[in-house]
């Protein structure tokens, strides 16, 4: 009898610590930068097709692995002969490149709803650690009654570090590009 209660404890126990895949709701997210053109002024982008997941166990996505991929290829700045050009060879080289990838491979909570997530993003080939600042702006529900979470993202990458417009003077277009993302997920 001992063995049976002991074997349903750990049964439950188990059960609770299943971790629980969440996907972007696409017509409730966006991914988007920022850049400074001629030290003057931001040109902020997004893509336009895009893919999330995040996988958690914790209420508070303190042991989640954040998963993104990007289509490179629909980058957008609201200008078409601007977005050709970054398209090309001379910066993203969609043709060769066409996606930009990041998986987290660490998890810090900063603060009572925000974490510090670290993982390897790979763009233009070139695959480097960053971390991105992580708020979590709250949990719900729909009307399907699957339960929701909404996540803010931002970091700042240098572009010199994945090879992206390699030949263009920080002064035309800054180095340091925002990143920017927000969305809703909702639980699988």
């Known amino acids: 009898m001992k063995k049976i209660t002991i074997l349903s404890f750990l049964l439950v126990a188990s059960l609770s610590t299943f971790a629980q895949k969440w996907s972007v709701d696409k017509a409730h997210a966006k991914v988007g930068f920022s850049v400074v053109h001629m030290m003057l002024s931001d040109v902020d982008g997004s893509f336009k097709k895009f893919d999330a997941t995040i996988t958690s166990s914790k209420d508070d996505f303190s042991d989640a692995t954040f998963e993104f991929t990007i289509d490179a290829n629909t980058i957008s700045t609201d200008n078409d002969m601007r977005d050709g050009h970054l398209k090309g060879d001379g910066f993203f080289d969609v ?42 702006n709250g949990l719900g529900e729909n009307r399907q009654k ?38 809703e997920f909702v639980q699988n």
Do not use: C, W, Y
């Not at 670290?118 to 763009?123: I, K, Y």
């Open 95 to 136: 043709a060769n490149f066409p996606s930009i990838t990041f998986k987290s491979n660490s998890v810090q909570k900063s603060g009572a709803k925000t974490l510090k997530v670290t993982g390897d993003l790979t763009m233009h080939g070139v695959t480097k650690p960053v971390t991105f600042d992580v708020t979590l």
């Open 146 to 183: 699957k339960k929701l979470a909404g996540f803010k993202v931002v970091g700042t990458i240098k572009r010199s570090d994945f090879g992206v417009g390699g030949k263009t003077p920080t002064a035309v277009v800054s180095d340091e590009i925002e990143l920017k993302a927000n969305g």
